[in-house]
């Protein structure tokens, strides 16, 4: 039990790991000065637990495509308001084979502007 709870905790510390920097620039998409600070910050502070490139999952599920799936996950909820509560409540939807190891601090720690910005960007990925 203590070597899952250590698993645990390595995996949401990785999550706040450094930036992920490998994220791909999609060239044929050009992006807002929000969504542009939207991808600095996706790679800030998500990059290190979830992809935007296939479907390869790192923590959490990859999000390429995201955008087009956010609108289905919820009957009644918009792709912009299923991201917000993915976010500030990550146990409220939980993906299929994934589980709940998302920190839920996000709420105190993004400002407005960040938190705008980042779904501006995964509104991006479709």
């Known amino acids: 039990m203590v070597t899952l709870g ?3 905790a390595s995996l949401l510390a990785a999550c706040g790991g450094p930036p992920d920097t490998s994220i791909p620039t999609t060239p044929t998409v050009e992006l807002s000065p929000q969504e542009a600070a939207g991808k600095r910050l996706f790679s800030q502070y998500c990059g290190a637990c979830h992809s935007i490139v296939g479907e390869a999952a790192i923590v959490g599920p990859a999000m390429a495509g ?10 009644g909820m918009s792709a912009h308001d299923y991201l917000i509560e993915s976010i500030l409540d990550p146990g409220a939807y939980l993906v ?7 920190p839920s601090t996000w709420g105190t720690t993004l400002t407005g502007e960040e938190m705008d910005a980042i779904i501006a960007f995964m509104l991006t990925l479709k």
């Not at 995201?66 to 009957?75: D, G, L, P, V, W």
């Not at 299929?96 to 998302?102: A, I, Q, S, T, V």
Request: charged residues 25%; negative net charge.
């Open 96 to 102: 299929p084979g994934f589980d709940n190891l998302m």
């Open 66 to 75: 995201i955008a087009t799936r956010a609108e289905t996950r919820i009957e």
């Open 6 to 8: 250590l698993i645990a």
